[in-house]
């Protein structure tokens, strides 16, 4: 059943189960299985990331529909680097293809672009677009995706933890008052809650470096489908399969 909530200025439609329970707030999803989705056609991967780029379209539309205010994907990691380099830029192609389309019909999607990863080392073309994409939809309000680009979670930590010691050296802030806050504030996602619920389709049981800071207290929710093959229906029981944990942050 489908209801209409008010959370903050904005209406946004809410799945509804039984007790009223609001969807995720933030849900976070490593697109995997793109590879094997194209062996199995007997297609070259690039196929796989091609279909799994329109997954993706689909599912970060349904987010906006069902009311998440985070969408945050592992779009490339700091270890994808040791692929072919024909698959490489297979990837590099098709993210710039996306974020120029992105960026055409943006006062269309309203949706907030938030890049998470060092990138610093994509091409300056593609730096460019996710830097446009970033300022350009500054002013919308509705759901925020963070792409994660070059991402790899230790990498983000070890940039965090330059940025604080050169703050430390320049004398804005004193090593010994450092607190979990504080450092969060260093990290790619400073400023975005923590997610909610943490989804991995393609039948590994692994976070491959995927946000060890933030996921810190997630839920985890394992998928046997590939990413191309992922329907909103999966994004469905992932959030069913969340109702059912009991969050307890360490408590009683
Ligand atoms: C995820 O799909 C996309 C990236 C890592 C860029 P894979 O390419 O890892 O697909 P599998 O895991 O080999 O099937
Ligand atoms: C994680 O998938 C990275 C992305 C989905 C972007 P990988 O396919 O790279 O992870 P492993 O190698 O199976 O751990
Ligand atoms: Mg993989």
């Not at 730096?127 to 002013?139: G, I």
Request: a neutral charge; charged letters at 30%; glycine letters at 6%.
């Amino acid at each position: 059943m489908i209801c209409i909530t008010m959370k903050k200025e904005v209406l946004v439609l809410a799945l509804s189960d039984k007790e009223n329970r609001p969807v995720p707030e933030h849900i976070a999803i490593i697109m995997d299985g793109n590879g094997r989705w194209a062996k199995n056609r007997g297609l070259p991967r690039t196929a796989g990331h091609k279909a799994g780029g329109e997954t993706f379209r689909r599912i970060a539309n349904y987010c906006r529909t069902i009311g998440v205010k985070y969408l945050t994907v592992y779009a490339f990691s700091t270890e994808n680097w040791k692929r072919s380099e024909e698959e490489i830029s297979g990837i590099m192609g098709l993210l710039e293809r996306y974020l120029t389309e992105a960026l055409r019909d943006m006062e269309k999607n309203a949706v907030t672009f938030r890049f998470f990863g060092d990138l610093s080392r994509l091409s300056p073309k593609l730096r460019k677009l996710c830097e446009d994409a970033q300022t350009r939809s500054s002013e919308f309000h509705e759901v925020q995706v963070n792409f994660c680009l070059n991402y790899g979670g230790r990498d983000e930590i070890i940039r965090a933890a330059k940025a604080f010691a050169a703050d430390v050296a320049a004398g804005k802030r004193t090593a010994d008052s450092l607190t979990e806050t504080d450092f969060e504030c260093y990290l790619d996602s400073a400023g975005v809650p923590d997610p909610e619920l943490v989804i991995r389709p393609s039948g590994e049981m692994r976070t491959s470096n995927f946000l060890p800071w933030q996921s810190a207290y997630s839920e985890f929710v394992f998928m046997n489908v590939l990413w191309p093959d992922f329907k909103p229906a999966d994004l469905d029981k992932a959030i069913e399969e969340y109702y059912r944990r009991n969050r307890r942050f360490g408590g009683a």
